[in-house]
């Protein structure tokens, strides 16, 4: 899982969107003007820099995670075997991926350092629900990373549901790792899985937490 190591660390500077106005503006203007004040926030907060994970999960938490659709995107990883869970595996299951890209979303925070994020002119009509919104990462060393989203609006505003660098979605790359699993303990035995993975990962510094 290197790749997506790098995958995570590179979308999460710009993952954030902003309650306040998520229903009335643009889908690439929430994801530019709150994405900024994420990444500099990460930038410049001493104890985001230095680790503090209570301060980084903080982060995490109120500017990137209500935002996220993650039962859409729990859903569209899982696929078919979506629809043949029950409820309550539904709900396990999502809670423990949200727990897993928590970690990783925050590692990946405490590692920003010089990156900035370049928009692209939004390719959509003005009723449209869902959109692709797409942008690249700018590193002062190395190419522009390409990094788009696939955003739906709904009831609550606009919501990413998945990301894609460098040609790859997350969910498609999660889809195998999920289709695996089931297969050798079905439903649960993904949610174990999971859920022994999130244990590891909190044991572990931040800057350790991606998936390898």
Do not use: C
């Not at 925050?106 to 900035?116: C, F, M, N």
């Amino acid at each position: 899982m290197k790749f997506i190591k790098q995958f995570i660390a590179l979308a999460t500077v710009a993952l954030a969107f902003n309650a306040a106005h998520a229903a009335d503006e643009a889908p690439d203007a929430l994801v530019k003007r709150i994405s900024s004040d994420v990444l500099n926030t990460a930038k410049t907060d001493k104890a985001i820099q230095a680790g503090d994970t209570k301060k980084v999960i903080d982060l995490v938490e109120t500017k990137i995670l209500p935002y996220v659709d993650f039962q859409r995107m729990t859903a569209l990883a899982a696929g078919r075997f979506w629809r043949d869970a029950t409820p309550e595996q539904q709900k396990a299951l999502t809670e423990q991926f949200r727990t897993l890209l928590v970690f990783t979303y925050s590692g990946a925070l405490s590692q920003v350092k010089d990156q900035t994020v370049e928009f692209k002119p939004l390719r959509a009509d003005p009723t449209d629900t869902e959109v692709e919104v797409r942008s690249q990462v700018n590193q002062a060393r190395g190419e522009p990373i390409p990094l788009n989203y696939r955003v739906a609006k709904g009831p609550q505003g606009w919501k990413i549901y998945d990301i894609n660098v460098l040609g790859a979605w997350l969910v498609e790359t999660y889809k195998g790792t999920f289709a695996s699993e089931i297969s050798k303990g079905g439903m649960d035995g993904l949610i174990k899985a999971l859920t022994e993975k999130n244990k590891k990962l909190a044991s572990k510094p931040l800057n350790t937490n991606a998936p390898k």
